[in-house]
Structures are given as structure tokens and as C-alpha cells.
């Protein structure tokens, strides 16, 4: 039996993933210190005899008993809310805890897989993103933490790559949204949707034109299967490109709930990127992936996941 280490495993995404290495019949180990996660997203795993939990900061010397054939390094805060409030540890955690994943991985004759993402290209200049565009980003603005944490891995899996022989792999991932996600992490989608819920006006930030393009959690975990599985060491865009505006996004939520709130405009956060697409010309020529799931599908079971959250939660989570 393969065996597979998570990091970030109790995340939104990282709880995707085990689920997957464990119906492709891998041993998991999912490591995470719960500072953005929550143990419910993997609660349903923890009888199998092929999955594992450690409750440890990767920013630490990690130890893991046993053999291990592959590392995928997911831990890290992820939404903008998040990296603001803890900063350093967002750093140390795409610094520090990618060298530790690294180190580990020599050690075990390990494949590492990063979670890398569309922040490297910043405020992008170039549109859609391709991969060999080298970004736009201000190093000492709010989102520099984050953006620069994410390239500083990306160089440093790569340096392990060139100079020690490493088998690695990169996923940039764009905007992935599904059951699973926090309500409260103010990303765009359970901002809009726990607001309908909640009967409150759906916060727009600025008017709206910003652009993003939303992949639905099931295509995204496919696509980093296969890139894992591929023998691809550069960096691979993973994202539906299905383009939208941030104000049409809300008017597709207010529909999709039958709220009668409507959009109101904040203040649009320094450097929020003003448009995000992915190229995925590299994705379909060499991973054969492109996403399945539509907006509208997707959505719909996003919205059943956060309808199914008890009252208690919908308002609690809010604060
Ligand atoms: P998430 O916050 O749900 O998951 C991150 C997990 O990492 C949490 O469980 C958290 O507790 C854990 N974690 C954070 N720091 C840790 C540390 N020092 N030690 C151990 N565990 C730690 O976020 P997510 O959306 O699932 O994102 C997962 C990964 O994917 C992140 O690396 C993120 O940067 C990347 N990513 C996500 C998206 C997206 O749209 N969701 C886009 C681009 C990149
Ligand atoms: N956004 C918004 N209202 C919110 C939360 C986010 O209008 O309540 C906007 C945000 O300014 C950005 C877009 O939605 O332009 C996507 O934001 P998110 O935090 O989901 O992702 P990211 O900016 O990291 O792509």
C-alpha cells in the first residue's frame, strides 16, 4: 500500500485530498496543527485502519514513522482574512515548513507535490496567466506575506529539484470552492452565500468589475492526482477558466438563494488583483485534465453543503 502524507489534511482542500488518496486505497497521514482547519472535515475517516492524523505544526521538525513515497504540502492559511491575521506564521509555513516537508523527503525517497497558487502572478499584467509569466506582486503590501511565502516555496521545491535530484511537482491552483470551505473565511463564495443565509446584503468589494474564475473542488483534486502521478517538474496551472465579474458572481448567488438582500459596495482591499484567469493549455497537454463541473452545478452543491449547516453554526461562524 502507498503511502501519502497530507499536510493541511484537516483544510478545506486537504480534506478533499485524503478522501481521494484513500478511495485510490493509499495509507494517509494527515498532518495539521487546526489553526484554519477543523478535524469534522476528516472526523469520517478516522476508523479506517489506512488513515492518520497528526496534530503538528510542519513549521517544526516534523517526524513521521514508516516509509513514505509521497508529500503533499497543503498546509497553509489560504484566504485573505486569514493570512492577514496570522502573517508570520504564513510565512514560516511556506518557508519553514516547506523545508521541512523537503528534508523529510530525502529522507524517505519521497515525490513532493506543493500547493502553490495564482497569487504568484500578483496583480496580474498578462491575461489569462500562463505559466511562464512571472507575476506582479508587491512584496511589502498586505498580500506579500502570502504571495511571497508561495513563491519563496515554489523556488525552494525547485532548488531541491536542480540540486538534490528531488522528485517534485507544483500546482498553481486558482480560486476552488466547495462543500468543506469555511463560512467565515472571507473568501468571496460562503461571504455571499452565509450572507443570503443569514439575510444580510451580500458585501461587494469595490464595484465589482474585478474578475475571478471558480473551479469546483472535484475537478481541482483530479487535476493534482494527475500531476502527482505525472513525471511533469515545472509548474502546472489548475483552475477553470470560466471568467466572471465579482458583481455578476453576486447576482448569480442572490439567484441561485432567492434572497431578496441585494449588493451593497465596500472598499476594494489594497492590491485585490483586478483580473484572474487561467491559461490551461499546459493542464490538457500534459495532464489531459481540463474541469468538468460547471458554475451552476457546482454551485448548487456548495449551496446544499452550506444550507445543511445548523443555525447555530450559520451564526456563530459569522463572528
Ligand atoms: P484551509 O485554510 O482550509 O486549509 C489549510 C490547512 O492548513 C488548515 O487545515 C490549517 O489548519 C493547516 N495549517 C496551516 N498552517 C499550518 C502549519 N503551520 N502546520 C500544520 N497545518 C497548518 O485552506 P485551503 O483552501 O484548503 O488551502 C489549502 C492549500 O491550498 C493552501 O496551501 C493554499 O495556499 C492553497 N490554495 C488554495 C486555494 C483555494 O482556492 N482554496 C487557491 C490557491 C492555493
Ligand atoms: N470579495 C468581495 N466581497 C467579499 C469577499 C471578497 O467582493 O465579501 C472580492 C475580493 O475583493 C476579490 C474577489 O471577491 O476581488 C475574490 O476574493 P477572495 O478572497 O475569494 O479570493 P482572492 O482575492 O484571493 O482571489
Excluded at 511589502?140 to 528531488?166: C, I, N, S
Excluded at 515545472?234 to 470560466?242: C, H, S, W
Aim: hydrophobic letters at 35%; proline letters at 6%.
Amino acid at each position: 500500500m502507498k503511502r501519502v502524507l497530507i499536510t493541511g489534511g484537516a483544510g478545506f482542500l486537504g480534506s478533499h485530498l485524503c478522501d481521494r488518496f484513500i478511495k485510490e486505497g493509499y495509507h494517509v497521514i494527515a498532518m495539521d496543527n487546526l489553526i484554519t482547519g477543523d478535524l469534522k472535515n476528516i472526523e469520517h475517516l478516522f476508523k479506517l485502519p489506512n488513515f492518520e492524523f497528526y496534530h503538528h505544526d510542519v513549521s517544526k521538525f516534523i517526524h513521521v514513522p514508516g516509509e513514505l513515497d509521497y508529500i503533499l504540502h497543503f498546509a497553509s492559511p489560504a484566504s485573505p482574512i486569514d493570512y492577514l491575521k496570522i502573517p508570520i506564521q504564513t510565512l514560516k509555513v511556506g518557508s519553514l515548513g516547506i523545508h521541512n516537508c523537503l528534508g523529510l523527503a530525502r529522507v524517505k525517497g519521497a515525490r513532493v507535490l506543493i500547493a502553490s497558487t495564482s497569487e504568484v502572478y500578483g496583480d496580474p499584467t498578462v491575461h489569462p496567466q500562463p505559466e511562464e509569466y512571472w507575476g506582479n506582486v508587491n512584496p511589502v503590501g498586505p498580500r506579500g506575506v502570502y504571495d511571497e511565502a508561495k513563491r519563496f516555496q515554489e523556488a525552494m521545491t525547485m532548488a531541491y529539484h536542480t540540486f538534490h535530484g528531488l522528485e517534485t511537482r507544483i500546482v498553481r491552483i486558482f480560486n476552488t470552492y466547495g462543500p468543506r470551505m469555511r463560512l467565515n473565511d472571507g473568501r468571496v463564495l460562503p461571504a455571499f452565500i452565509g450572507q443570503a443565509l443569514r439575510g444580510e446584503d451580500l458585501t461587494m468589494f469595490g464595484d465589482g468589475s474585478q474578475t475571478r474564475a471558480f473551479c469546483y473542488v472535484d475537478d481541482l483534486v483530479e487535476g493534482i492526482y494527475r500531476l502527482l502521478l505525472s513525471d511533469y517538474a515545472q509548474p502546472v496551472n489548475i483552475g477553470n477558466p470560466d471568467e466572471i465579474t465579482i458583481k455578476e458572481f453576486g447576482e448569480e448567488i442572490i439567484k441561485l438563494t432567492g434572497t431578496e438582500q441585494k449588493l451593497i459596495s465596500l472598499p476594494l482591499p489594497t492590491d485585490d488583483p483586478k483580473q484572474r484567469k487561467p491559461d490551461i493549455t499546459k493542464a490538457k497537454a500534459i495532464l489531459g485534465w481540463e474541469p468538468k463541473v460547471s458554475r451552476s452545478e457546482g454551485l448548487k452543491i456548495t449551496y446544499e453543503y452550506f444550507k445543511s449547516l445548523s443555525k447555530d453554526e450559520l451564526f456563530k461562524m459569522a463572528n
